[in-house]
């Protein structure tokens, strides 16, 4: 089995990389960055969102898991103590690999360039260069709302989390194939209307974003922040493809969302 580490390049990740990769080597796993079949992610969830960009060509044959230097993340669940433990039940194949739902992003232009096309893990949100957004919303081929405010923020259910959650949006299991578009400072008055919740929308309906005010918006696709010019449109999906995760012993999703969210040091 082939393997590749990806470090928050902090000194502590640095090291438990150090010590992983010897430890891995001795069990007779590859070191391959080209082609892993697993990618060890040290850092935090962020760290893992890098090493999946890197890997987004490889969506259906690389698994992820990672191995938390900070907080405890959803992505990042394993403890520094715990490395070798972890280490053993990879060399023994001690685990099963599950998938999350992945947002596909479609940015068309008004010129003919060909479409830009990237691969979300937890969210994808749309702004405004100029102090308001203004888009037409469409729902399968359907005008639904023609938005002003801050921004749109598209998120998957695993992202469902993250910055969807601060924008007061749902909590989604990662097992529902579904992406939810939620508002970042709407406005709403006896003029202008929008819908004011967020929408969760299932695998095969799709949302169209047609710019009203201006061709030119920042886009972001988990970490990454773009700048898009001469834009004609933005199609969010939940695409085909999937991230795969290693798992080696049950972490209930809602177990998550407690230990981050209420109270990790509770009695039970």
């Known amino acids: 089995m082939k393997f590749f580490i990806q470090s928050r390049n902090d000194d502590l990740s640095n090291n438990l990389m150090q010590n992983a990769k010897a430890y891995l080597v001795d069990f007779g796993l590859v070191l391959d960055e080209e082609n892993p079949d697993i990618v060890l992610s040290i850092g935090g969830d962020g760290t893992l969102l890098h090493a999946f960009h890197k890997y987004k060509h490889l969506t259906s044959s690389v698994a992820f898991v990672g191995i938390h230097t900070g907080h405890l993340g959803f992505y990042a669940d394993w403890k520094p103590a715990e490395i070798e433990k972890l280490v053993i039940s990879l ?4 685990f099963e690999v599950i998938e999350y739902p992945l947002l596909e992003v479609t940015i068309n232009y008004r010129h003919g360039e060909d479409s ?10 749309v702004k405004s260069p100029d102090v308001t957004l203004v888009m037409d919303v469409e729902l399968n081929g359907s005008h639904f709302e023609r ?4 921004g749109l923020c598209m998120s998957t259910p695993s992202g469902s989390t993250a910055y969807n959650k601060a924008l007061g949006g749902a909590i989604v299991h990662p097992s529902l194939e579904a992406m939810q578009l939620a508002e970042i400072a709407s406005i709403n008055n006896r003029v202008f209307r929008t819908v004011g919740s967020p929408l969760v929308l299932p695998k095969h309906h799709s949302c169209l974003l047609k710019p009203v005010k201006g061709p030119d918006f920042m886009v972001t696709v988990d970490h990454l922040q773009l700048l898009h010019k001469d834009v004609q449109s933005i199609m969010y999906r939940v695409s085909n493809e999937k991230i795969r995760f290693a798992r080696f012993r049950a972490f209930p999703f809602w177990t998550r969302v407690h230990d981050s969210f209420i109270d990790s040091d509770l009695e039970r």
């Open 116 to 125: 830009s096309v990237y691969l979300a893990v937890n969210e994808s949100t």
């Open 91 to 94: 060399a023994k194949k001690e």
């Open 147 to 150: 938005f002003r405010g801050d």
